[in-house]
């Protein structure tokens, strides 16, 4: 079973205190030890009163002092061995170390009464500490304590005959009506204070998680956000900002100066603008880093003003990548274009055959040696289209892929070399290419014209950006798994940014002006069609490293020891 934590607390029912006991010193807490030394300061005052009327002759009765040391003492043991703990709805041990000696104590002085010293105001302090610490409940039930001990005083008086029996009751009665009064707005100034404290932790509550979503959200945009304040300081920077700005492997963390780098001087003089002009600046900036990187950035900036002065002035920045604005506007029109290519294709795909066969009964006809020459150039140039219209069906999947019910296949070592060969024929580069094939002529499942047209692709990649060294480009085949093969095509190139390698095997997405950004885009939908999977890593090959796109093939029915899943694992 649980404590009450708070005042006046039973059972289910929690009619709670003004304060509640959170952990860390709170607001109860601190009330707690501010009432406590007012406790002490008043029992040594009293102590201090005692020993001066002592002193002076003026004693009547010893039990005084010995009342004042003893509540000093008490006071003092509370104020350093005991710990703020709420009483509960009862008077238990905690009103009786506190509240409960307080007013035993001025009941004792009041009732010895040395020297004519009226003690009735120090019930004061039992009374407010009861309400601004406890529920009404136990203010009322203070108050009514002190008045009953004051009419029991003022009774034992009358009885005595001391004094005036009327003045004593009357002072009595007005001196327990003020106790009420103060009991009741001290409860319900207690009652305020303890609502807003809690609505200001409430509040407070809110905006740190607040801010925490925004610190959230504002480090998983794949745009760049700087804070930049008046004096051209970055004091925040996401992590798409800081892969932005780093020049080659260096990446700053925030503080930093945007001045420092001469690249990111076209960021500082836009930040300098929006705080001259206090309004949001717009620009697309290239930043000139070292080597030859340029990157091209679409910059917005907007200014977060303080609304009454009271604070600085700050520069938020957004960064976007141009090359990937471009690329997604690129896709968007991939997408109209491929609709609009598959149309067309099914329109072309007509009229061409009915070119193809005019120009094979025209080929019958004719007996010269030349006519029959531009008769052939016809048909190839015909059969040519015919296959590229084949592949905008393909790739812009506005065919249905049904599976075939004879899968062709093809050995995959013998037709490498024969396409690598061919390809090192035309483009000049028997030197520096090579050809590794061990995968013990595998069979894979692949069309033998696509995967020409992937090879290709993937070699004239590697060519682009190799070396003139001897062997700076390699072919590779090997088995990974039984019946499953791998085709890697390797070249000695720089590696790629990680922005590029993000988008790589997207459509329009290019590092060069020139390229169109398809090959790789083909590459992928040509393998995803066979059931293979390529895919792109930095490896090393005989001391160098380079760029590598691998194809796992899917394995093939006629390979020997096939497993039955699709691929085999295999760490890349």
């Given amino acids: 079973m649980?404590?009450?934590?708070h005042w006046f607390e039973t059972g289910g029912d929690k009619s709670s205190g003004n304060w509640e006991v959170t952990s860390g010193p709170g607001s109860f807490g601190r009330l707690w030890h501010v009432f406590m030394t007012a406790r002490v300061a008043i029992a040594a005052v009293l102590v201090v009163l005692q020993a001066f009327i002592y002193v002076l002759g003026n004693i009547t009765n010893h039990w005084s002092i010995a009342t004042c040391i003893a509540y000093l003492c008490a006071t003092l043991a509370v104020r350093l061995w005991s710990r703020p703990r709420?009483?509960?709805?009862?008077?238990?041990?905690?009103?009786?170390?506190?509240?409960?000696?307080?007013?035993?104590?001025?009941?004792?002085?009041?009732?010895?009464?040395?020297?004519?010293?009226?003690?009735?105001?120090?019930?004061?302090?039992?009374v407010l500490l009861s309400s601004i610490l406890g529920p009404i409940l136990l203010a009322f039930g203070t108050a009514s304590s002190v008045t009953l001990l004051l009419l029991a005083d003022a009774w034992w008086n009358s009885l005595q005959g001391v004094g005036d029996a009327n003045a004593r009751f009357l002072q009595a009665g007005l001196s327990s009506s003020g106790f009420f009064l103060v009991a009741l707005l001290a409860n319900h100034l207690a009652l305020r204070l303890a609502r807003e404290e809690q609505l200001a932790k409430r509040s407070q509550s809110a905006a740190r998680m607040q801010t925490q979503v925004n610190e959230l959200v504002i480090e998983a945009l794949a745009d760049g956000v700087l804070v930049v304040d008046v004096n051209g300081?970055?004091?925040?920077?996401?992590?798409?900002?800081?892969?932005?700005?780093?020049?080659?492997?260096?990446?700053?963390?925030?503080?930093?100066?945007?001045?420092?780098e001469a690249a990111w001087q076209p960021l500082a003089e836009l930040t300098h603008r929006t705080f001259a002009a206090q309004s949001p600046q717009e620009a697309d900036v290239s930043l000139d880093n070292a080597g030859g990187n340029t990157?091209?950035?679409?910059?917005?900036?907007?200014?977060?003003?303080?609304?009454?002065?009271?604070?600085?002035?700050?520069?938020?920045?957004?960064?976007?990548?141009?090359?990937?604005?471009?690329?997604?506007?690129?896709?968007e029109k991939m997408a109209a274009m491929g609709r609009m290519s598959a149309a067309v294709a099914h329109e072309i795909r007509n009229p061409l055959a009915a070119i193809s066969q005019a120009n094979a009964l025209l080929e019958e006809d004719l007996q010269d040696a030349g006519h029959r020459q531009l008769t052939a150039m016809v048909r190839q140039n015909a059969q040519r289209l015919a296959r590229i219209v084949d592949e905008v069906l393909n790739i812009s999947r506005a065919q249905a892929q049904l599976p075939s019910p004879q899968t062709t296949t093809l050995p995959l070592d013998d037709t490498v070399q024969k396409i690598t060969s061919d390809w090192t024929g035309q483009t000049a580069a028997v030197a520096r290419t090579r050809i590794t094939a061990t995968s013990d002529n595998a069979v894979v499942v692949f069309e033998p014209e696509h995967l020409r047209r992937l090879m290709i692709n993937l070699l004239d990649n590697a060519l682009r950006y190799a070396s003139d060294s001897a062997g700076a480009i390699e072919v590779a085949t090997q088995n990974v798994a039984p019946g499953q093969a791998r085709l890697s095509v390797w070249s000695d190139g720089q590696p790629l940014e990680q922005t590029v390698q993000t988008h790589l095997f997207e459509p329009f997405f290019s590092s060069e002006s020139r390229s169109s950004g398809l090959g790789l885009y083909i590459c992928r939908e040509l393998c995803e069609r066979y059931g293979a999977m390529i895919g792109y890593q930095r490896v090393q090959r005989e001391g160098t490293e380079g760029n590598e796109f691998f194809v796992m093939f899917r394995p093939s029915a006629q390979s020997p020891n096939t497993p039955s899943s699709s691929f085999a694992t295999m760490p890349l």
Wanted: net charge positive; glycine share 4%.
């Fill in 2 to 5: 649980s404590t009450p934590s």
């Fill in 86 to 126: 709420p009483p509960g709805s009862t008077f238990d041990a905690q009103w009786v170390l506190t509240i409960g000696v307080d007013v035993i104590a001025f009941s004792a002085l009041n009732f010895l009464q040395s020297s004519g010293i009226n003690y009735t105001p120090l019930f004061a302090l039992p």
């Fill in 233 to 260: 300081i970055v004091r925040s920077a996401n992590p798409a900002s800081r892969r932005l700005l780093a020049a080659g492997d260096a990446a700053r963390s925030a503080p930093f100066i945007l001045a420092t």
């Fill in 295 to 331: 990157r091209r950035l679409h910059v917005r900036t907007r200014l977060a003003a303080s609304p009454n002065g009271t604070h600085e002035s700050l520069c938020v920045m957004f960064l976007e990548d141009l090359r990937e604005m471009e690329a997604r506007v690129r896709t």
